[in-house]
Protein backbone atom coordinates (compact mmCIF):
# COMPACT_ATOMS: atom_id res chain seq x y z
CA UNK A 1 0.00 0.00 0.00
CA UNK A 2 1.36 3.72 -1.36
CA UNK A 3 0.30 7.17 0.33
CA UNK A 4 -1.55 9.10 -2.48
CA UNK A 5 0.17 12.47 -1.55
CA UNK A 6 3.89 11.18 -1.37
CA UNK A 7 3.73 7.39 -2.44
CA UNK A 8 5.65 6.22 0.75
CA UNK A 9 4.96 3.18 1.88
CA UNK A 10 5.52 3.40 5.41
CA UNK A 11 1.80 3.92 6.28
CA UNK A 12 0.66 2.95 9.99
CA UNK A 13 -2.81 1.55 10.74
CA UNK A 14 -4.04 3.92 13.86
CA UNK A 15 -7.58 2.91 13.71
CA UNK A 16 -10.16 0.10 12.96
CA UNK A 17 -10.72 2.33 9.49
CA UNK A 18 -7.77 4.83 10.35
CA UNK A 19 -4.32 4.70 8.54
CA UNK A 20 -0.84 7.41 8.83
CA UNK A 21 1.83 8.06 6.54
CA UNK A 22 4.81 8.94 8.20
CA UNK A 23 5.97 10.08 5.13
CA UNK A 24 3.91 13.20 4.71
CA UNK A 25 2.24 13.25 8.12
CA UNK A 26 -1.39 12.94 6.53
CA UNK A 27 -4.20 10.75 7.84
CA UNK A 28 -6.70 8.60 5.73
CA UNK A 29 -10.13 7.49 6.95
CA UNK A 30 -11.96 4.63 4.54
CA UNK A 31 -14.95 4.59 4.64
CA UNK A 32 -16.76 1.70 2.53
CA UNK A 33 -15.88 2.92 -0.94
CA UNK A 34 -14.89 6.42 -0.06
CA UNK A 35 -11.41 7.84 1.46
CA UNK A 36 -10.73 10.71 2.71
CA UNK A 37 -7.51 12.27 3.44
CA UNK A 38 -6.87 15.03 6.02
CA UNK A 39 -3.77 16.83 7.18
CA UNK A 40 -3.21 16.99 10.48
CA UNK A 41 -2.29 20.61 11.39
CA UNK A 42 0.38 21.71 14.59
CA UNK A 43 -2.82 22.29 16.97
CA UNK A 44 -3.81 18.23 16.12
CA UNK A 45 -6.84 19.58 14.58
CA UNK A 46 -7.51 17.70 11.32
CA UNK A 47 -7.99 19.56 7.83
CA UNK A 48 -9.83 18.14 4.66
CA UNK A 49 -7.50 17.63 1.74
CA UNK A 50 -10.28 15.72 -0.44
CA UNK A 51 -10.78 18.30 -3.05
CA UNK A 52 -6.52 17.88 -3.97
CA UNK A 53 -7.88 14.00 -4.57
CA UNK A 54 -10.05 12.43 -7.04
CA UNK A 55 -11.93 9.36 -6.23
CA UNK A 56 -10.13 7.19 -8.83
CA UNK A 57 -6.95 7.90 -7.92
CA UNK A 58 -7.95 6.98 -3.88
CA UNK A 59 -9.06 3.52 -5.60
CA UNK A 60 -5.80 2.98 -7.73
CA UNK A 61 -3.68 3.79 -4.77
CA UNK A 62 -5.66 1.15 -2.03
CA UNK A 63 -7.48 -1.07 -3.89
CA UNK A 64 -7.55 -3.80 -1.23
CA UNK A 65 -8.81 -1.72 1.46
CA UNK A 66 -12.59 -1.61 2.04
CA UNK A 67 -14.13 -0.74 5.56
CA UNK A 68 -16.79 -3.35 6.30
CA UNK A 69 -19.84 -1.61 8.31
Same mark, same amino acid.
Given at each position: ? *?????????? +???? &??????? #??????????? *?????????? +???? &??????? #???????????????
Amino acid at each position: M *KCPNCNSKDI +GKIG &SHQFYCW #GCFIELTVNGE *KMSVYQVEED +GTLS &SLDDLFS #GDDMTQDFPQIHASS
